[in-house]
C-alpha cells in the first residue's frame, strides 16, 4: 500500500464577502488523482467529499474522506501559507481484508497451528487509523476457533499480529 501524499497548489477565490477561501475543486481532483495512484489497480476509488468552504488561513488543518471500495478514508490537509498551498496527506490507511487474513493463516502454519479460513469481515477493504486495533474470527484445521488481533502500525496499511489465541 502506498502512502497518499503530496502537495497541492489550491488558488484561493473570493467568497461574496470578499474572504478569500480556498479552491476545493482543485483539492478534490488532486487527493483523487493521488488515491488512483496509490490504489487504483487493486480498489474502486470513489468521490472525495470535502467541507463547502474552507477559509485561507496559514497553519489551518481540515479534512476531506474519499472512498476507497465504498470505504470512506480520511485526509487530511494542512495549509502551508495563507497564499492555498496545502500538504495532502492520508491520515488513515486502507487495509486489504485478503491480505491481512492471508498474512494470519501464514503466521498460524508457520507456528503449528494451520487454519482452514481466515474472517476479517465482509468488506474487501477497511480504513483504520494507525494505532487502532481490529480483529479476524479463525478457524483452524482441528476444527477449533481463534481471534486474531492486529494493530494498524502506520498509513502505509502495515498491520502487527498482536496475538492469535483459540477462543
Known sequence: MALLCGLALLAGACSSDDTKQLNLGKAEQAIHKLAVRAYGTEAAVGAVQCPKQVLLKNGALFTCTIAIDGQPLLIALRQKDDKGNVRIEQA???????????????????????????SCGENTVATRSPGERFTCTVEFTDGTTGIARLQVNDTEGKVGLQSLKPT
Open 92 to 118: 488513515q490507511a486502507v487495509i486489504f481484508t485478503k491480505k491481512v487474513e492471508t498474512f494470519v493463516a501464514s503466521y498460524a502454519t508457520q507456528n503449528g497451528t494451520p487454519t482452514s479460513s481466515v
